[in-house]
């Protein structure tokens, strides 16, 4: 039997760059070596893979780096990790990908599906389980837990654990007034996929979106809003923005879809995510940019 190679672990005692780090506890290792280390996911801070070679050290903090291939990168044109350690995944996702699949047994490649073979090349037995969703042709930021007990918890306390989700959106038209809250009650049709909203209580589920609106375009066809969700109903930005009268552009479900879109996809990006992470108990913090095209629509 050939015995594996211990992982070396250093303790940081003062404030340092990683890469200067690195080089300075690993004998004298290349920079060039380094980062390829960095590139092979093989350096944990704590218990967070890290591939920042600038990334900020401060004393206390404990640097793992692993003896072996270190884990399979994640290369795939729609989705990419901006966060992992060892009990949740973070991941920035392009439109046109489902969180998951629409029905059982479906071959369709989703962001589960694609998450499911990375972590099963580091551990055959390891397994990923969705925390929330995004919509098919929502772009942005998705968290994901690495065991089933955690996947329980962070839905049970969604609402207590995040402490900041932000979306954004092209919309059409010129949203009035500039910045509000927009209340309603939301009913769904299951038969058709569809989400009704009734400002009065009808029996519905209460959906609460805060907006504002950021910039507009000079003919005023188009607005880019700013949305934090209270409530995380199904298609609760989608519904809330039409009832206004200014859908998303490019939303063919509740919006004019391609007829009236410069962009060929919908117009919704979660742009920021923002919790407690339920084991750490420290807060978390991720952000992805505004897609390019939102801004070019608006000069």
């Known amino acids: 039997m050939i015995k594996r190679k211990a992982d070396t672990v250093l303790k940081v005692s003062e404030p340092a760059q990683l890469m200067d780090f690195l080089i300075s506890k690993m004998g004298g290792m290349?920079?060039?070596?380094?980062k390829q280390l960095l590139g092979q996911r093989r350096v944990k801070v704590g218990n967070?893979?890290?591939?920042?070679?600038?990334?900020?050290?401060?004393?206390?903090?404990?640097?793992t780096v692993s003896s072996g291939r270190g884990n399979s990168q994640l290369t795939h044109p729609k989705l990419k990790i901006v966060y992992e350690d060892d009990d949740l995944i973070v991941v920035n996702k392009q439109p046109g990908l489902l969180t998951v699949a629409a029905t059982p047994?479906?071959?369709e490649t989703t962001v589960m599906s694609i998450l499911r073979a990375y972590v099963k090349r580091q551990n055959a037995r390891a397994g990923i389980y969705v925390v929330h969703r995004l919509d098919r042709e929502t772009s942005g930021?998705?968290?994901?837990?690495?065991?089933?007990?955690?996947?329980h918890y962070m839905r049970e306390y969604w609402r207590e654990l995040v402490t900041e989700r932000t979306y954004i959106a092209l919309a059409e038209g010129s949203l009035e007034p500039r910045e509000g809250q927009i209340r309603s009650w939301f009913t769904e049709d299951k038969r058709n996929?569809?989400?009704y909203s009734s400002p009065v209580d009808d029996g519905g589920d209460l959906a609460i979106t805060n907006y504002k609106v950021l910039r507009c375009s000079d003919d005023g066809?188009?607005?880019?809003?700013?949305l934090h969700l209270e409530t995380g109903r199904t298609n609760q930005i989608r519904v809330h923005l039409a009832s206004k009268g200014c859908p998303v552009v490019g939303d063919r479900k509740y919006g004019h879809?391609?007829?009236?879109?410069?962009?060929?996809?919908?117009?919704?990006?979660?742009?920021?995510?923002?919790?407690i992470h339920p084991v750490t108990e420290k807060k978390v913090r991720f952000e992805s940019p505004v897609p390019k095209e939102f801004n070019r629509v608006l000069q």
């Open 193 to 195: 996929a569809v989400v």
């Open 105 to 107: 047994g479906s071959s």
């Open 221 to 226: 066809q188009y607005s880019l809003v700013e």
């Open 141 to 151: 930021l998705l968290v994901f837990a690495r065991s089933e007990e955690l996947q």
């Open 257 to 275: 879809g391609n007829e009236s879109s410069p962009i060929d996809r919908l117009c919704l990006h979660a742009k920021v995510l923002e919790f």
């Open 48 to 63: 967070a893979v890290q591939t920042r070679h600038d990334f900020a050290l401060k004393a206390g903090d404990v640097v």
């Open 30 to 34: 290349a920079r060039s070596s380094v």
